[in-house]
Nanobody, 122 residues
Framework: VQLQASGGGLVQPGGSLRLSCEGS????????IGWFRQAPGKEREGVSF????????HYSDSMKGRFTISRDSASGTVYLQMRSLEPEDSAVYYC????????????????WGQGTLVTVSS
């Protein structure tokens, strides 16, 4: 599987961005796919993911209500719509692919895409 993330950039506080993760080479029917982020000096943390087994979506508590994840089932592309962005959301955002039924933590991830940088600043 290859994952290609895009959509990062510079945005003012309160603004919005949409990240995209295009994948290819899918070999499994069921998996989890979504996003992590890593700010300078901090550990990589889970943001949001989709379980393809049932289409359920999951969010880190700090992103609930501000971020929305979606998946195009035909192409497998995953989107992360981010709203009401805050400077604390500044980070490199990584698309990731992992097991269908485990917690969304870095140690279980099968494959990482390259990151896309999000900077929230006035």
């Amino acid at each position: 599987v290859q994952l290609q993330a895009s959509g990062g950039g510079l945005v003012q506080p309160g603004g919005s961005l949409r990240l995209s993760c295009e994948g290819s080479g899918w070999t499994l029917k069921y998996y989890s796919i979504g996003w992590f982020r890593q700010a300078p000096g901090k550990e990589r943390e889970g943001v949001s993911f989709v379980r393809t087994r049932d289409g359920s979506t999951h969010y880190s508590d700090s992103m609930k209500g501000r971020f929305t994840i979606s998946r195009d089932s035909a192409s497998g592309t995953v989107y992360l719509q981010m709203r009401s962005l805050e400077p604390e959301d500044s980070a490199v955002y990584y698309c990731a692919y992992g097991p269908p039924d485990t917690a969304w933590i870095p140690s279980v991830i099968w494959h990482w895409g390259q990151g896309t940088l999000v900077t929230v600043s006035s």
